[in-house]
């Protein structure tokens, strides 16, 4: 069976953070505010995957009340994921996903942000897309107060 999931995340921009996409930091003035490395694309990533098997969210498995899990690389979040996946008898077929930020430009860091989630994820680049777009300066996004992300994933579960 072929399953569908879909994940959206938002963050605010703070001063005195890195910014962290799709695992990589990128250099900023601002950075993504949050209990873990606030990793608005591999959060999305993560909650499409968990939905299509019918899981619980992000939020569930990685509460922002553990201080356990204080900083947590979002990658180690996805490949945590994966483990619960593979536990549940399900594979990822794809992932695609749309970060919708202002600035800067994302463009030249999207092939090491695909290596990265593939290395989580274990599966291979060509199954994992990463496009970017910008809100056109409309809305709190517009205004570079923060950024969100959506994701689909398709998995095949016995
Ligand atoms: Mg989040």
């Known amino acids: 069976m072929t399953r569908s999931?879909?994940?959206?995340?938002?963050?605010?921009?703070?001063a005195g953070r890195a910014l962290i996409l799709?695992?990589?930091?990128?250099?900023?003035?601002?950075?993504l505010d949050g209990h873990s490395d606030a990793d608005v694309l591999c959060h999305a990533i993560a909650d499409a995957l968990l939905g299509a098997i019918g899981e619980n969210d992000i939020g569930h498995h990685f509460p922002n009340t553990d201080e356990g899990i204080r900083g947590i690389s979002s990658l180690a979040i996805?490949?945590?994921?994966?483990?619960?996946?593979?536990?549940?008898?399900?594979?990822?077929?794809?992932?695609?996903?749309t970060l919708i930020a202002e600035a800067?430009?994302?463009?030249?860091?999207?092939?090491?942000?695909?290596?990265?989630?593939?290395?989580?994820?274990?599966l291979?680049?060509?199954?994992?897309?990463?496009?970017?777009?910008?809100?056109?300066?409309?809305?709190t996004i517009g205004r570079s107060e923060g950024m969100a992300a959506m994701a689909v994933a398709s998995v095949e579960q016995n």
């Open 124 to 139: 291979p680049v060509d199954r994992i897309s990463i496009k970017a777009t910008t809100n056109e300066g409309l809305g």
């Open 22 to 31: 799709g695992g990589v930091q990128i250099p900023h003035s601002l950075g």
């Open 78 to 97: 996805l490949a945590r994921v994966r483990q619960i996946l593979v536990e549940k008898e399900a594979r990822v077929v794809n992932v695609d996903a």
């Open 104 to 122: 800067p430009k994302i463009g030249p860091h999207l092939p090491a942000m695909r290596a990265a989630i593939s290395s989580a994820l274990q």
């Open 5 to 14: 999931g879909i994940g959206y995340d938002a963050h605010r921009l703070v």
